[in-house]
């Protein structure tokens, strides 16, 4: 498995905007899907964003039009810009690879 790390996160206010990175361990160019997952307290963990070694992406409705994914194979990077953000927004956001390795989390608050 590849060691994920994300960072980015942290509070802003309504309509602001974050850029959220995942830093893998090891090369990822190997690794067909990286995606970005979030929970929020009292709620089940659940898919935001996705992107394959070719590019294609897939978003929750929630977000879409508002967050892009995007991956940097040659930095071991996957990155979620995340604009307008909303209060609903808030949560823990992992990064997730299709081989089942799980990042340790970044705090995103969005206040109102």
């Known amino acids: 498995q590849v060691q994920l790390v994300e960072s980015g996160g942290g509070l802003v206010q309504a309509g602001g905007s974050l850029r959220l990175s995942c830093a893998a361990s090891r090369s990822i160019f190997s690794i067909n899907v990286m995606g970005w997952y979030r929970q929020a307290p009292g709620k089940r963990r659940e898919l935001v964003a996705r992107i394959t070694s070719g590019g294609s992406t897939n978003y929750a409705g929630s977000v879409k039009g508002r967050f892009t994914i995007s991956r940097d194979n040659a930095k071991n990077t996957v990155y979620l810009q995340m604009n307008s953000l909303k209060p609903e927004d808030t949560a823990v956001y992992y990064c997730?690879?299709?081989?089942?390795?799980w990042g340790q989390g970044t705090q995103v608050t969005v206040s109102s």
């Open positions: 997730n690879a299709e081989d089942g390795s």
